[in-house]
């Protein structure tokens, strides 16, 4: 018997739905900082054994759109809803879940749902059992899970409770494959991580980040990437003074490439202003955020 399903991760912002993948999936995959909004696509990670294979989709955080770029968020929460064998809820402990509609659709639906309470480690005993007891009111079905996806707590614990849970089903990819994504799609992800990481307000989430080239060769590679914005104002705090900050987001984004590649890599980055790209269709197309059919 073989087990093979689809496990989609869903929550609020900054609950910990990247971390919390990258554990369960061992690999460093999705990007994480304590901003609000730093995954936007959906991210796929697949775990493979002997007799099963789980496909964990990490998906953006829930926000009321504010423009298309949120809509396009949005969207992928949607497909995420429809194509799941398994919901993976994540909430925190102080935290409420703003968007009524999605918890509806998961609670309406027929789909497992097993429902982490995360950052535990950043609470107390009373107050895990109050919020446990809440959520099992709200969805009866849910096996509810408390965990500190930072400290690895329950994580093995959540990984069980998921395989018990899979449907038996042939393998859907390769069992030699990681993610659905390619290189460069981690490349432009590290360096918008260091953007959200080394710069304030507005900038992180202006920017956009393309691979224009990508060139492996023997001990290198060579990658050179975009960097858009919408404003040139916002240009020219990437920049910063003599170059300093464009140069140090340059050296902490090589470094980890390096690691998440193991191999040296040049690395130039250039930046765009490209005006209101977050509520063009055709930019947002072109950046990778049209739906899956």
């Not at 140069?247 to 998440?260: N, Q, S, V, W």
């Amino acid at each position: 018997m073989h087990k093979a399903g689809f496990v989609n991760i869903i929550g609020n912002p900054n609950v910990g739905k990247s971390t919390l993948m990258n554990a369960l999936v061992g690999e460093r995959l999705s990007i994480i900082t304590s901003k609000a909004q730093t995954t936007r696509k959906r991210v796929m990670g697949i775990v493979n054994g002997d007799d099963f294979q789980i496909v964990y989709t990490d998906t953006p955080g829930i926000v009321n759109p504010a423009n298309k770029l949120h809509e396009q968020m949005m969207g992928f929460i949607g497909t995420a809803l429809q194509d799941a064998d398994l919901f993976l809820l994540v909430t925190e402990v102080g935290e409420t879940f703003k968007n009524r509609h999605v918890l509806e659709r998961v609670v309406n639906s027929d789909i497992p749902v097993i429902l982490i309470i995360n950052k535990i480690d950043l609470s107390d005993q009373e107050t895990i059992r109050e919020k446990m007891a809440y959520w099992q009111e709200q969805i009866p079905r849910a096996v509810i899970v408390p965990c500190s996806a930072t400290e690895g707590f329950n994580v093995d614990k959540i990984f069980d409770l998921i395989l018990e849970r899979l449907p038996e089903h042939p393998a859907y990819f390769p069992k030699d494959e990681l993610t659905d994504r390619t290189m460069r799609f981690f490349v432009s992800e590290i360096v918008r991580e260091k953007i959200l990481l080394y710069y304030q307000k507005e900038i992180p989430y202006s920017c956009e980040v393309a691979v224009e080239a990508y060139e492996e060769k023997d001990g290198i590679d060579n990658i050179s990437c975009l960097i858009y914005v919408e404003r040139e104002s916002q240009k020219a705090i990437l920049i910063g003074h003599q170059g300093k900050a464009i140069k140090k987001l340059g050296i902490e984004a090589r470094r980890d490439i390096e690691e998440f590649t193991g191999k040296k890599c040049f690395l130039s980055l250039h930046i765009k202003v490209l005006k209101d790209w977050r509520n063009s269709d055709r930019a947002l197309k072109s950046f990778g955020y049209a739906l899956e059919d």
